[in-house]
């Protein structure tokens, strides 16, 4: 039963990924490209940790700690150049 909740889950954040990358090519400007970035690193970090429960290896769960981090710190200074500049 889990392993089916997985699967679906899997093709759900599969498909958001598609189409947060169309918006990501699309995007009429650099906010927009901005968000899109981020909910790819978002939903990234749910198909890691996905993949760290279905596989039963919590080593994916520290790689993904360390992606959000990493993900987290570029959005902000994408956004502070955006604003006003470094």
């Keep these: 039963m889990i392993d089916t909740i997985l699967m679906i889950s899997l093709g759900f954040i599969g498909l958001a990924m598609l189409l947060t990358l169309f918006r990501f090519i ?20 749910a198909l890691i940790s996905i993949l760290a429960l279905n596989f039963g ?5 520290d ?24």
């Design 26 to 45: 699309k995007g009429p400007s650099v906010s927009d490209r901005v968000v899109s970035f981020d909910i790819l690193t978002i939903s990234s970090l």
């Design 57 to 61: 290896r919590v080593i994916y769960m």
């Design 63 to 86: 790689v993904a700690l360390v992606y959000g981090l990493l993900s987290f710190l570029g959005v902000i200074i994408v956004a502070r150049y955006l604003e006003k500049g470094i």
